[in-house]
């Protein structure tokens, strides 16, 4: 069941939470202090362990929103990136971020 939180689609929550942008393709008008706020209730609520967070269709992302999800690590949270594009996927790599959330292809 999919669940619409704010800027976060949340397709399962719990000590593995599963969450995406709805298949936007840009994210440049998200507002990162938004989405901060919606991940930490999340994983707060639901005992989050892993976070999923899934990229299908998104081509390009705030670099804001990918330190937040670095950041995340602070909290006790690990997060795993699905289905990045590309583009995400270069930054992710030029930027050695791929060595704290690792990236996969596969059908959420």
């Known amino acids: 069941m999919e669940i619409k ?7 399962e929550a719990g000590t593995l939470t ?3 942008f709805g298949g936007h393709d840009v994210l ?4 990162v ?5 919606e991940l930490l209730e999340l994983i707060e609520e639901h005992n989050c362990e892993t976070l999923a967070i899934d990229f299908t269709g998104v081509r390009l992302i705030p670099s804001g929103l ?5 950041s995340l690590r602070q909290h006790g949270v690990e997060v795993h990136l699905y289905n990045p594009s590309t583009d995400i ?9 791929h060595q704290v959330m690792p ?6």
């Open 28 to 31: 440049e008008h998200v507002n």
């Open 33 to 37: 202090a938004e989405v901060r706020g």
């Open 5 to 11: 939180q704010g800027t976060l689609h949340v397709y």
């Open 18 to 20: 599963v969450a995406g």
């Open 103 to 108: 990236m996969y292809e596969v059908e959420i």
């Open 66 to 70: 990918l330190g937040l999800l670095a």
């Open 89 to 97: 996927r270069e930054v992710m790599e030029i930027t050695n971020l």
